[in-house]
């Protein structure tokens, strides 16, 4: 569990104060908008209406003591830079910054944000590469190399186990779980063999992926 610090509840925000609470963790969200703190509320462990670009005002929050803060905030730039800034002035020890742009992304690192996320660029581009290709059903970015896919089993793999195609020597990837009518089997053995119903989820290079998705 984590104490998490998440200032802006608009609608991204909220999404993750939804997600990091289901997670078990403690979250208290702040923003400038009574109203959306209102609409946030049960989505919090606890919250608080004030403007993060206020000096005194992020120095009441105790910043140092969370494990993580988030700037969740989509709309103001210049307030995300300042309140970025502040957090790690102040001694947060982890700030995770919203950027919509990269050129945005380059002053949040510069003024302190140790990690930067791009919410609606990284949903678009994991759109594009899901509804891009026919044999992808789904994909998740891990760096600019590496992803996981979710793909259909070759056909000349049906049939064939784990051992017998010699999966990572011979493609480059490595079989993370199979999927079967929505029920997901993690860690197949050497000795699993593949059936025509089943996807599978994999992590490897795109152009090793490439290869792969082409023997359908």
């Known amino acids: ?3 998490v610090l998440l200032i802006g509840l608009g609608r ?9 609470l289901e997670e078990g963790n403690e ?21 608080q209406i004030g403007d993060a670009t206020n000096e005194l005002f992020v120095e009441s929050l105790g910043v140092r003591n969370f494990d993580l803060c988030v700037v969740a905030i989509g709309d103001n730039f ?3 830079l300042e309140t970025t800034a502040l957090l790690k002035d102040y001694g947060a020890p982890f700030v995770l910054s919203r950027a919509n742009r990269d050129v ?6 510069r003024n302190g944000a140790d990690r930067i996320v791009y919410p609606e660029k990284e949903m678009a581009q994991r759109m594009a590469v899901k509804y891009g290709n026919d044999n ?8 600019d190399e590496y992803s996981i896919y979710e793909i259909p089993v070759p056909e000349s793999w049906v049939g064939k186990s784990i051992l017998e195609k010699d999966v ?3 493609y480059g990837i490595s079989i993370l779980a199979t999927k ?3 029920t997901l089997y993690p860690l197949p053995g050497a000795e699993h063999v593949f059936a025509e119903d089943e996807n599978l989820i994999i992590l490897g290079h795109f152009k090793d992926v490439r290869a792969v998705i082409k023997l359908h």
């Open 27 to 47: 979250v208290l969200g702040v923003d400038i908008c009574e109203e959306r703190v209102n609409d946030a509320m049960d989505m919090l462990t606890n919250a």
């Open 168 to 170: 990572r020597k011979k």
């Open 78 to 80: 210049q307030n995300s």
């Open 1 to 3: 569990m984590k104490s």
């Open 12 to 20: 991204f925000g909220r999404h993750m104060a939804e997600k990091l």
């Open 104 to 109: 945005h992304a380059k002053f949040l690192l």
């Open 136 to 143: 992808i059903f789904d994909c998740i970015e891990l760096t």
């Open 180 to 182: 079967r009518l929505e």
